[in-house]
């Protein structure tokens, strides 16, 4: 019988020499691609300072975790308790070594998996008696394992470096063994510095407090930013020509037993790539995302295009990169690719990108662009007027920028709040039920990053239509009416009935048309700013005060109405990573000779509609027929993660 392991992560360190057994070991392992999913890391490493080195590199910042007896410990000198106090200290600060480390009691740390089950279960019982929290499980222990977007370990809980041959001997020996003999390293988290997928994906209950970031005063910004104008061209640092990387021939050597790129790698096409949300590389991913973003805030369309053709690369690559040559043999990925890889494996982090991050202007820049309403040109815009916050904004330009961006500054804090995967289903079923109390009979597909698997979303996406074409009609307004006597919506973003007022035909287009906006403005379309108006304590807090407040969060929502015989287009439209979807469009028009948005497909010479969707089924059927009609792969959502 196979024997069942807790989510591993795999440390990298020394097995990097050895490609080949890198990739034996994730796959025999089935190893977490994300260390905030792992119940324990393994590695081949020896010593608690390389442990923490390692953990660094990926983002987590630990302190050691040192279990200290009644009576001290060897070594250090725990302080001692008051006999008279009846508080039991959970975890205090010692000495040891001359470090300062976390002394955990023996009662709280991590218990050892003794095999006795009955006595481990009769002590949590006795603590859960004196009011306690219950002993900390073995991580062997079965227990939920929490969210691909949860942090790596709640308050209080450590992080355990394993040596590797914990996983042989376990093999070896037919079961679990317990992990104290093979324990290099244990730390509590102190800050996790992870990488994400541009917004935090940590969920919180309440209102993250507003990003803060250093004003210089009007002296300052004259002469430290006066001449500063974002959106011109200018020198920079980066734009140097990499170095080459020396190769020795053992290197050589170890080039010949590399795995070969998959085949779906040789094509420019992201659409035709599977791209998960998670990937081996996710710790370098992150340094390369932090660039690309920099050089979006800056205009730079040549940087751009660059570093989203590599972070697209590496998405979709499946193993984990082992040295610069194998980089280098990705699209997009050349010798500046292979050289911040380089750096990133020699130092844990990429110089360019913490220069960023430490760049205030940069900050300022991020704050703003996080605006909704706001994108990298009117950023930059901000910026150049010389604001450097929100307050500036509303203090000296509150009159001049669109009501979108208003109600994006005055909902900042709210609209950057992760939507849980449980909300998104809430809002959503709530749509469809007003839909369907409308007229029956309509279908709905949740779109967006809730649909490509994120743990959490930013605002939601739904796509609804129905087998009548007559019912999608005007449909729009009825819906917007009776949420809003429902009391769900708070504001109207932008309202678009466009298609329902060319009777719902697809959209006349020719190559030497001049182009519109995006295929969404072509469907009828409401983005909205939603609040549930149900809260618990509801009709107790409205008899005490009838002005009271709703106190849930205001959040994004984008309802797309599709006529049937297009729905599939407007389904892959709204599922994709937005380099799925540019992709998606260029190997259409370079390809295919059609034009696609989520309206439909049109041929490019005389702009006559394509149908790909005919036949029997529903909204899903459709989007795989679009699929099919391309002559794609059928991808599913969760491999089209792209950035």
């Known amino acids: 019988m196979a024997l069942t392991f807790p989510p591993i992560y795999l440390l990298k360190f020394h097995l990097e020499r050895d490609s080949e057994e890198l990739h034996r070991l994730e796959e025999a392992i089935h190893v977490v691609w994300d260390i905030r999913e792992a119940k324990l890391v393994l590695g081949i490493v020896?010593?608690?300072?390389?442990?923490?080195?390692?953990?660094?590199?990926?983002?987590?910042?630990?302190e050691e975790v040192v279990k200290v007896q009644k009576h001290g410990a060897e070594g250090g000198q725990a302080k001692a308790r008051d006999p008279h106090s009846n508080k039991r200290r959970k975890i205090d600060s010692i000495t040891v070594d001359e470090k300062e480390v976390v002394a955990l009691d023996s009662e709280t740390a991590s218990e050892p998996d003794t095999g006795?089950?009955?006595?481990?279960?009769r002590k949590r019982k006795r603590t859960a008696a004196r009011g306690s929290s219950p002993a900390k499980s073995s991580p062997l222990e079965k227990r939920p394992v929490s969210s691909p977007g949860s942090t790596i370990q709640p308050s209080?809980?450590?992080?355990?470096?394993?040596?590797?041959?914990?996983?042989?001997d376990?093999?070896?020996?037919?079961?679990?063994?317990?992990?104290?003999?093979y324990l290099v390293y244990e730390g509590r988290v102190k800050s996790a510095s992870l990488p994400t997928r541009s917004n935090p994906t940590v969920l919180s209950a309440k209102v993250e407090p507003r990003r803060q970031v250093k004003i210089p005063s009007p002296t300052q910004r004259h002469s430290r930013h006066g001449s500063r104008k974002f959106g011109q061209q200018s020198g920079h640092s980066s734009s140097q020509p990499a170095k080459l990387i020396h190769e020795t021939t053992s290197e050589d050597e170890a080039h010949s037993k590399l795995p070969p790129v998959p085949e779906y790698l040789h094509t420019q096409y992201s659409c035709q790539r599977p791209?998960?949300?998670?990937?081996?590389?996710?710790?370098?991913?992150?340094?390369?995302?932090?660039?690309?973003?920099?050089?979006?805030?800056?205009?730079?369309?040549?940087?751009?295009?660059?570093?989203?053709?590599?972070?697209?690369?590496?998405?979709?690559?499946?193993?984990?990169?082992?040295?610069?040559?194998?980089?280098?043999?990705?699209?997009?990925?050349?010798?500046?690719?292979?050289?911040?890889?380089?750096?990133?494996?020699?130092?844990?982090?990429?110089?360019?990108?913490?220069?960023?991050r430490s760049d205030p202007d940069m900050q300022v820049l991020n704050l703003f662009w996080n605006i909704h309403g706001v994108g990298e040109v009117s950023a930059r815009e901000f910026f150049n007027?010389?604001?450097?916050?929100?307050?500036?904004?509303?203090?000296?330009?509150?009159?001049?920028?669109?009501?979108?961006?208003?109600?994006?500054?005055?909902?900042?804090?709210?609209?950057?709040?992760?939507?849980?995967?449980?909300?998104?289903?809430?809002?959503?079923?709530?749509?469809?039920?007003?839909?369907?109390?409308?007229?029956?009979?309509?279908?709905?597909?949740?779109?967006?990053g809730y649909r490509r698997?994120?743990?959490?979303?930013?605002?939601?996406?739904?796509?609804?239509?129905?087998?009548?074409?007559?019912?999608?009609?005007?449909?729009?307004?009825?819906?917007?009416?009776?949420?809003?006597?429902?009391?769900?919506?708070?504001?109207?973003?932008?309202?678009?009935?466009?298609?329902?007022?060319?009777?719902?035909?697809?959209?006349?287009?020719?190559?030497?048309?001049?182009?519109?906006?995006?295929?969404?403005?072509?469907?009828?379309?409401?983005?909205?700013?939603?609040?549930?108006?149900?809260w618990p304590s509801k009709a107790e807090d409205l008899t005490c005060d009838?002005?009271?407040?709703?106190?849930?969060?205001?959040?994004?929502?984008?309802?797309?109405?599709?006529?049937?015989?297009?729905?599939?287009?407007?389904?892959?439209?709204?599922?994709?990573?937005?380099?799925?979807?540019?992709?998606?469009?260029?190997?259409?028009?370079?390809?295919?000779?059609?034009?696609?948005?989520?309206?439909?497909?049109?041929?490019?010479?005389?702009?006559?509609?394509?149908?790909?969707?005919?036949?029997?089924?529903?909204?899903?059927?459709?989007?795989?027929?679009?699929?099919?009609?391309?002559?794609?792969e059928w991808r599913e959502p969760t491999e089209r993660c792209t950035d």
């Open 453 to 534: 698997g994120k743990p959490d979303s930013g605002d939601v996406d739904v796509v609804l239509s129905h087998p009548d074409e007559n019912a999608t009609h005007r449909f729009l307004v009825d819906l917007l009416d009776l949420l809003e006597n429902d009391e769900y919506i708070t504001h109207k973003l932008n309202v678009s009935t466009k298609n329902s007022d060319r009777g719902q035909n697809t959209l006349n287009w020719k190559g030497s048309m001049p182009r519109g906006k995006g295929g969404f403005d072509t469907l009828d379309h409401a983005f909205l700013v939603w609040q549930d108006p149900n």
């Open 275 to 356: 791209t998960p949300f998670h990937c081996p590389n996710e710790g370098f991913l992150s340094e390369l995302r932090v660039i690309k973003q920099a050089r979006t805030l800056r205009g730079d369309q040549i940087g751009i295009r660059a570093y989203s053709a590599a972070v697209a690369a590496v998405a979709s690559y499946p193993y984990s990169l082992t040295s610069a040559y194998e980089i280098n043999r990705l699209p997009g990925c050349g010798d500046k690719m292979a050289k911040l890889w380089q750096d990133w494996k020699d130092f844990g982090h990429v110089k360019e990108a913490d220069e960023i």
């Open 546 to 632: 009838p002005d009271t407040k709703n106190p849930n969060v205001h959040r994004r929502v984008d309802i797309i109405i599709s006529p049937w015989k297009t729905a599939g287009c407007a389904v892959v439209g709204w599922s994709g990573g937005t380099m799925f979807e540019r992709d998606l469009r260029r190997y259409c028009k370079e390809k295919l000779g059609l034009k696609f948005d989520s309206s439909g497909l049109r041929r490019q010479g005389d702009g006559e509609w394509v149908d790909l969707e005919e036949g029997d089924g529903d909204l899903l059927d459709k989007e795989k027929r679009v699929f099919g009609g391309l002559g794609l």
């Open 170 to 181: 376990s093999i070896n020996a037919g079961k679990l063994l317990t992990v104290d003999d």
């Open 116 to 121: 006795n089950e009955d006595s481990f279960q």
């Open 46 to 62: 020896k010593s608690k300072s390389r442990a923490t080195l390692e953990l660094r590199k990926l983002g987590l910042d630990t």
């Open 385 to 448: 007027n010389g604001w450097r916050s929100l307050d500036d904004i509303v203090e000296h330009g509150w009159d001049n920028i669109s009501r979108d961006q208003q109600i994006g500054v005055k909902y900042y804090d709210e609209f950057l709040q992760r939507i849980p995967r449980e909300e998104v289903e809430s809002i959503s079923n709530v749509v469809l039920d007003r839909a369907n109390q409308i007229r029956d009979g309509f279908q709905m597909v949740v779109c967006g």
């Open 156 to 168: 209080g809980e450590t992080i355990k470096v394993l040596s590797l041959a914990w996983y042989t």
